[in-house]
T-cell receptor
Framework: EAQVTQNPRYLITVTGKKLTVTCSQN?????MSWYRQDPGLGLRQIYY???????DKGDVPEGYKVSRKEKRNFPLILESPSPNQTSLYFC???????????????FGSGTRLTVV | AQSVTQLGSHVSVSEGALVLLRCNYS??????LFWYVQYPNQGLQLLLK??????LVKGINGFEAEFKKSETSFHLTKPSAHMSDAAEYFC?????????????FGTGTKLQVIP
């Protein structure tokens, strides 16, 4: 089954304790992206990646890091989490080859992060 | 630059009534347009999309949307609401060209269906 898999689904952590949220897709998509969803603000892009070793900032990158060493994986790293990073996070992927832009995204199920 | 505006963060309809969720976009290049649905505690699921060709697009679960370039709109409709339609709906835009292939989302509309 074609899917984007995020782990964990739920995470409670303390301020300053480094964490990683994993994202993996099995569709051979070039493009991957992380979004955070907050009430009243919709989805805001954190980082995106056009392909392996190619990443760039989205609209709200502060406090986050990403890496793209393999095509299928795109982990989100919070090196020193703070309470304002409490949110619902989504990983998404799509193709970028001819016609791929019209596909939209395939989303993961989300990771609800609480930083206390 | 591109942006999406969804009018109404909450919409309530009676079961069996028409559903109309509004979306207006701005884009400097011809866009692709999408509607996503998010059920409670789930990720976003593609409902329908406009790419090229016919401006009236049909999606899953009886939803459809019409692309109106002159009005820069892509409103989502369903003739008869069902209880299972209660969810949050997001309109999104993506340019059909250019190296930066970001999808920009609206702030969402929560649909409540009243029995």
């Amino acid at each position: 089954e074609a899917q984007v898999t995020q782990n964990p689904r739920y995470l409670i952590t303390v301020t300053g304790k480094k964490l990683t949220v994993t994202c993996s897709q099995n569709m051979n998509h070039e493009y991957m992206s992380w979004y955070r969803q907050d009430p009243g603000l919709g989805l805001r892009q954190i980082y995106y990646s056009m392909n392996v070793e190619v990443t760039d900032k989205g609209d709200v990158p502060e406090g986050y890091k990403v890496s793209r060493k393999e095509k299928r994986n795109f982990p989100l790293i919070l090196e020193s989490p703070s309470p304002n990073q409490t949110s619902l996070y989504f990983c998404a992927s799509s193709p970028t080859t001819a016609g791929g832009l019209s596909y939209g995204y395939t989303f993961g199920s989300g990771t609800r992060l609480t930083v206390v | 630059a591109q942006s999406v505006t969804q009018l109404g963060s909450h919409v309530s309809v009676s079961e069996g009534a028409l559903v109309l969720l509004r979306c207006n976009y701005s884009s400097s290049v011809p866009p692709y347009l999408f509607w996503y649905v998010q059920y409670p505690n789930q990720g976003l699921q593609l409902l329908l999309k406009y790419t090229t060709g016919a401006t009236l697009v049909k999606g899953i679960n009886g939803f459809e949307a019409e692309f109106k370039k002159s009005e820069t709109s892509f409103h989502l409709t369903k003739p008869s609401a069902h209880m299972s339609d209660a969810a949050e709906y997001f309109c999104a835009v993506r340019p059909d060209s250019g190296g930066y292939q970001k999808v920009t989302f609206g702030t969402g509309t929560k649909l409540q269906v009243i029995p």
